[in-house]
């Protein structure tokens, strides 16, 4: 019988121990029977306090050390072929790298093209790349981050056939790039541009002007970070010439941080940084002849004010070079001839608010081409001849493509990723190039994801769900045969299964006659008879989307816990969100967080309608956009949240970035109210939940200036506040035990707050 109650407990079913052990009592004898009884329940609860005590639970410092992330397929690159792929793979325990060539076929490792233990030189590879006839492997080592994507590292070559390895340069430099031809890397060092011949082992610096206000073939802060890209050079098809960009960026105001680290004195880190209707970089691009190194630029009839994307494709002498204005609402699209010197206008996109931009541009075997846009109201392919003329709109439908994979020459199929399912989730799909013939490929619930071979003959498939850590499976794609799983995280699932968390619940809320999507995490043990706090999470960006189903990270399973200590989580994708259409997306423009705020703040009202939820403790919290939004809406909607948090939060647009903030705003000149009205900064006075501000000091991205000022408008207001500053940090506050101490402190003001 003790050992009855014993399962009974273990699987967490206290009425069940309670009838049990009533029944045992009630069925035996009388004197002696007493005695055992007492014995017995003692004994027992000595048991089940001990069970209790060994209830697995979240370890934190596992948590942000990042043990609980899946295992993922890292760095698989397609070969020419069309039926072997390459991946990195390293050992840990022999502290080496290595990359190998499987077939798509079979999945066999066919060969080890690159091992670091066969070289003296310590090399932990964190990326590589091929030439262009896969003769060469360029090897990316000792890689230290400048920015959110810039990066600069010891860089090496290896001849696959002669198995000589050779140092790029002993310097750490910035995206190197083999030419097409494969007999010359170029890269960028100290903001010049120069090129090493690989048989001759020579290097040539190839621009000279590169200083402190000019930039040769490296992006600058502001394109790095709203554009997406780095590497502003590329080699023309026959490998003679280099055509890149140069940023002359002596208008461009300065900004300042002081680093704290740990000398007598702090010094200044000093960068130009464009802000709000301030003046961006003057963009020039130049075209360069490797030979007699004779640098001509490329003029415009109309200057262009940006110049977001550059790349040769088209034909050999064809440079695709895409324009926007300042507005961002009048995107070009040009070919243009490096011979000639011809520009031809390709595509015209304007739009009352904005046009974003985007990577799916592709040519295909004809010169024709294909490209994405949402003239219809939704993001849609669409099929244009060489010269620019529309063939065919390929997709339509009140859905969305998200990605753009591949064209198969073969079948004449375009392979992508849409939302045609369900706005919160992923599908994969196959359509001809006419718009006809469409099949599914993947559209299981969740977030289906692929990676294609060079000609779409195969793709590795990726999968997951907010139940089902990310797996990895290898299909044939004309028949869609799956060949073989590649990866699971079974054992990671089998762990945080043990840890009873809850799962997301995913539904939507009316609210402005809107179903806004939305998930909830509520108590492993939640009983709808009694009243939970709420804690809402939103970002609320311009085309982001937060309710998605599809595995989430460590903050996701930092929420679950929260739920577990007796809270209820939300999150409500608001206006402004993406994947639902253009119009849903651009009603904030000119308005940055009025109706996002406005719709948390009637979302969190109809939350708090809800028997189970205590409308008296609804909380809100957001990092970055959703830091200024947690903001404004505990100050603009005092009466409905009692605290918030802020992390690195905006607190007037003014204070960031031109690219972004003026895609959505204008300028503060132009559109003055749009950036005071709904700035955090003129509501300190109506403070009156709990509050805590976090920022990193040296955050290049969302300056700690924002954070200064708001906690200067709260202590002028006689406004109580906790606020954190973590020295030396940038916009992710992350490094050593920074992570864990973040989200401790951040769940303690939960606790003792809401």
């Given at each position: 019988m003790i050992k009855s109650i014993f399962i009974h407990w273990t699987t967490k079913n206290n009425m069940i121990f309670?009838?049990?052990?009533?029944?045992?009592?009630?069925?035996?004898?009388?004197?002696?029977?007493?005695?055992?009884?007492?014995?017995?329940?003692?004994?027992?609860?000595?048991?089940?306090?001990?069970?209790?005590?060994?209830?697995?639970?979240?370890?934190?410092?596992?948590?942000?050390?990042?043990?609980?992330?899946?295992?993922?397929?890292?760095?698989?690159?397609?070969?020419?072929?069309?039926?072997?792929?390459?991946?990195?793979?390293?050992?840990?325990?022999?502290?080496?790298?290595?990359?190998?060539?499987?077939?798509?076929?079979?999945?066999?490792?066919?060969?080890?093209?690159?091992?670091?233990?066969?070289?003296?030189?310590?090399?932990?590879?964190?990326?590589?790349?091929?030439?262009?006839?896969?003769?060469?492997?360029?090897?990316?080592?000792?890689?230290?981050?400048?920015?959110?994507?810039?990066?600069?590292?010891?860089?090496?070559?290896?001849?696959?056939?002669?198995?000589?390895?050779?140092?790029?340069?002993?310097?750490?430099?910035?995206?190197?790039?083999?030419?097409?031809?494969?007999?010359?890397?170029?890269?960028?060092?100290?903001?010049?541009?120069?090129?090493?011949?690989?048989?001759?082992?020579?290097?040539?610096?190839?621009?000279f002007d590169g200083d402190y206000q000019t930039i040769n073939g490296i992006s600058d802060w502001v394109?790095?970070?709203?554009?997406?890209?780095?590497?502003?050079?590329?080699?023309?098809?026959?490998?003679?010439?280099?055509?890149?960009?140069?940023?002359?960026?002596?208008?461009?105001?300065?900004?300042?941080?002081?680093?704290?680290?740990?000398?007598?004195?702090?010094?200044?880190?000093?960068?130009?940084?464009?802000?709000?209707?301030?003046?961006?970089?003057?963009?020039?691009?130049?075209?360069?002849?490797?030979?007699?190194?004779?640098?001509?630029?490329?003029?415009?009839?109309?200057?262009?004010?940006?110049?977001?994307?550059?790349?040769?494709?088209?034909?050999?002498?064809?440079?695709?070079?895409?324009?926007?204005?300042?507005?961002?609402?009048?995107?070009?699209?040009?070919?243009?001839?490096?011979?000639?010197?011809?520009?031809?206008?390709?595509?015209?996109?304007?739009?009352?608010?904005?046009?974003?931009?985007?990577?799916?541009?592709?040519?295909?075997?004809?010169?024709?081409?294909?490209?994405?846009?949402?003239?219809?109201?939704?993001?849609?392919?669409?099929?244009?001849?060489?010269?620019?003329?529309?063939?065919?709109?390929?997709?339509?439908?009140?859905?969305?493509?998200?990605?753009?994979?591949?064209?198969?020459?073969?079948?004449?199929?375009?392979?992508?990723?849409?939302?045609?399912?369900?706005?919160?989730?992923?599908?994969?799909?196959?359509?001809?190039?006419?718009?006809?013939?469409?099949?599914?490929?993947?559209?299981?619930n969740g977030t289906n994801g692929a990676n294609f071979s060079k000609k779409g003959s195969y793709y590795i498939h990726s999968y997951s769900d907010e139940k089902t850590p990310p797996k990895y499976s290898l299909y044939q794609t004309r028949k869609n045969k799956l060949i073989r799983e590649l990866l699971n995280n079974q054992k990671l699932s089998k762990t945080l299964a043990s840890y009873n968390l809850s799962n997301k619940e995913f539904s939507t809320v009316n609210v402005n006659g809107f179903n806004l999507n939305m998930w909830m995490i509520k108590p492993e043990n939640f009983d709808p008879k009694k009243k939970y706090p709420l804690l809402m999470f939103q970002y609320s960006g311009p085309g982001s989307q937060q309710v998605s189903n599809r595995w989430g990270d460590s903050r996701t399973i930092w929420h679950k816990d929260l739920a577990n200590k007796g809270y209820i989580i939300a999150c409500v994708d608001g206006r402004g969100t993406g994947f639902k259409g253009a119009v849903f997306k651009k009603l904030t423009y000119l308005n940055l967080v009025k109706y996002e705020s406005i719709d948390q703040i009637e979302a969190a009202k109809s939350l708090g309608s809800l028997s189970y939820i205590d409308e008296s403790r609804i909380g809100i919290w957001g990092w970055s956009f959703g830091g200024h939004m947690a903001a404004q809406c505990l100050l603009t909607g005092e009466e409905v949240f009692s605290m918030a948090i802020a992390v690195a939060p905006v607190t007037n647009w003014r204070f960031y970035d031109t690219i972004y903030t003026e895609r959505f705003m204008r300028t503060p000149q132009e559109n003055p109210d749009g950036y005071d009205l709904n700035s955090p900064l003129n509501y300190a006075d109506k403070l009156k939940g709990k509050f805590l501000i976090i920022h990193g000091s040296a955050d290049d991205n969302v300056h700690v200036q924002n954070t200064m000022r708001m906690v200067e408008e709260l202590i002028q207001e006689d406004k109580q506040f906790e606020w954190m500053i973590y020295p030396d940090k940038n916009h992710g506050i992350y490094g050593g035990n920074t992570r864990r101490h973040l989200y401790t402190k951040m769940a303690n003001f939960i606790f003792e707050n809401l």
């Open positions: 309670k009838l049990t052990l009533f029944n045992f009592l009630k069925t035996k004898g009388k004197n002696d029977c007493y005695i055992f009884k007492m014995k017995s329940f003692y004994h027992i609860f000595f048991i089940i306090q001990t069970i209790i005590s060994q209830e697995y639970k979240v370890d934190y410092e596992k948590l942000w050390e990042g043990d609980y992330e899946p295992k993922r397929l890292e760095s698989i690159l397609s070969m020419n072929d069309d039926n072997h792929y390459t991946v990195l793979e390293q050992n840990a325990e022999l502290n080496s790298s290595s990359i190998i060539l499987y077939s798509y076929i079979n999945l066999k490792e066919q060969v080890v093209l690159f091992d670091s233990k066969r070289f003296t030189e310590k090399l932990e590879i964190s990326s590589y790349s091929f030439s262009k006839d896969e003769q060469n492997l360029l090897l990316e080592t000792l890689v230290d981050p400048i920015y959110r994507r810039s990066k600069q590292g010891i860089y090496w070559i290896y001849n696959l056939k002669s198995k000589e390895l050779q140092k790029l340069r002993d310097e750490k430099v910035q995206e190197p790039t083999f030419s097409p031809d494969g007999k010359n890397v170029a890269y960028v060092y100290r903001r010049n541009i120069y090129v090493k011949n690989l048989l001759t082992k020579a290097t040539r610096q190839l621009t394109y790095e970070e709203e554009f997406g890209f780095v590497r502003a050079f590329h080699w023309s098809p026959d490998s003679k010439k280099i055509v890149f960009m140069r940023f002359d960026e002596s208008k461009v105001p300065i900004f300042s941080m002081g680093i704290y680290g740990k000398d007598t004195y702090p010094f200044p880190y000093m960068f130009r940084y464009p802000k709000a209707g301030e003046k961006n970089a003057t963009i020039d691009l130049f075209v360069l002849e490797l030979e007699g190194g004779i640098k001509e630029p490329i003029i415009f009839k109309e200057k262009p004010y940006y110049i977001p994307r550059i790349k040769f494709d088209g034909g050999e002498n064809s440079l695709i070079i895409q324009t926007i204005n300042r507005h961002q609402n009048n995107l070009k699209v040009f070919s243009y001839d490096i011979e000639n010197k011809n520009f031809r206008l390709l595509i015209k996109e304007q739009d009352k608010a904005y046009v974003s931009i985007h990577d799916n541009l592709k040519f295909i075997d004809d010169n024709s081409f294909l490209w994405t846009s949402e003239r219809d109201g939704f993001m849609h392919i669409y099929h244009y001849d060489k010269n620019g003329n529309l063939i065919n709109q390929v997709t339509k439908g009140n859905w969305e493509i998200t990605k753009m994979y591949a064209y198969n020459p073969d079948l004449k199929e375009i392979y992508y990723q849409s939302v045609e399912g369900s706005s919160i989730e992923r599908g994969i799909y196959a359509i001809k190039i006419n718009g006809k013939g469409k099949r599914i490929l993947q559209a299981t």
